[in-house]
């Protein structure tokens, strides 16, 4: 089930923004004020949660060491069985590759909340050499973006739109052909998310484009000059395909509404704002990468680490809240089975 939905405007909580005037995020109830049964307040609790940036490391390098690992496979298959065989595997490497980068690039997502290094400096230029560059994109650009998806979850001027439509086959095909990639640009292109007037902006939104272009085109091409032409594809495929499909079918699990009508146009109609918890199992913990699978969490206060995630979820646990956590908790196949079934 979904948590209750909640937008309030004039309360006094986590996450308040001054030029919107709103002090709760939609989907969040107020955090400020809350205590547990034995008298502990959220914000005492809420100085200790810094983040472990350590682990938030080692989880970055194990998942690009999973997709280099399916890239290593992809270049051996081609190398020692030849393309034939690299091509009869592409939809196996590819979708190895492709899961796994859609893994790491979810840490953009952390980099954006300034839980990468404790120097925020640091941390944008940590974010852009390891995780942003494999989409192309700058921290600080990024930032702005998701920022708006925390402050309009479930409204028409969302920054994050994949929740409009359901897991249906046909939103399946919609993805892996592109179509729904330009649908995500259109939309992304339209928040205007940073004055084109700000000093830089245009400079290095262009530089951090033709970094990611220019990874990938090594990336690409250094099977071409060996004739590992499967293996190239199987790049390509992973991020231009596996990727886009992977990231949209995880928004819909965690935002659509299991009463959400095929026959609307939530681009003009609020959707309403709904956050989920998912199991632990590692299926979860590796497609909701970053803490993510535990969604409801970031959206009840942005700033909190995932790795501080269970600290964050045992003192809800122990508030009023907890039945709200509870009526929240289910799983990705099971939100997938409901959704699917597009009304």
């Not at 308040?16 to 969040?28: E, I, N, W």
């Not at 004020?33 to 350590?54: A, H, I, K």
């Not at 190239?232 to 659509?256: D, I, K, M, Y």
Request: overall charge neutral; glycine content about 8%; some cysteine.
């Amino acid at each position: 089930m979904s948590a209750p939905l909640t937008s309030v405007d004039g309360i006094e909580g986590t996450g308040a923004v001054a030029a919107t005037g709103r002090t709760v995020f939609p989907g969040s109830p107020a955090l400020t004020g809350l205590r547990t049964g034995d008298g502990l307040g959220w914000r005492e609790f809420r100085r200790g949660l810094q983040p472990r940036f350590g682990l938030v490391w080692c989880d970055i390098a194990g998942r690009f060491a999973l997709t280099a690992l399916g890239y290593a496979v992809a270049c051996a298959v081609a190398a020692l069985a030849g393309n034939a065989t690299g091509f009869a595997l592409l939809p196996l490497t590819s979708a190895w590759m492709g899961f796994w980068f859609g893994s790491v690039v979810l840490f953009m997502h952390e980099a954006a909340h300034y839980n990468l290094h404790p120097d925020k400096t640091l941390n944008d230029r940590l974010a852009n050499v390891f995780v942003c560059i494999l989409t192309g994109d700058d921290v600080k650009h990024y930032r702005a973006l998701h920022w708006k998806h925390h402050l309009h979850l479930g409204e028409t001027d969302d920054t994050e739109i994949s929740y409009h439509w359901a897991p249906t086959i046909r939103f399946m095909l919609e993805t892996l052909s592109g179509v729904h990639a330009w649908r995500v640009f259109k939309a992304h292109r339209r928040a205007r998310v940073l004055d084109a007037r700000e000093p830089g902006t245009l400079q290095r939104d262009f530089f951090a484009l033709a970094r990611g272009i220019a990874l990938h085109a090594v990336i690409a091409g250094v099977p071409l000059l060996f004739g590992w032409y499967s293996a190239s594809l199987a790049w390509v495929v992973a991020v231009a395909v596996v990727f886009p499909f992977v990231s949209a079918l995880r928004q819909q699990l965690e935002h659509r509404s299991e009463e959400a009508s095929a026959e609307l146009d939530y681009s003009i109609i609020p959707h309403g704002a709904v956050n989920r918890m998912f199991d632990r199992s590692i299926f979860a913990r590796s497609f909701g990468s970053a803490g993510f699978f535990r969604h409801l969490l970031h959206h009840w206060d942005p700033s909190v680490s995932y790795t501080r995630f269970t600290d964050f979820e045992a003192f809800l646990m122990k508030t009023e809240f907890a039945p709200l956590v509870d009526d929240a908790r289910t799983s990705y196949v099971a939100v997938w089975r409901r959704l699917a079934r597009d009304r």
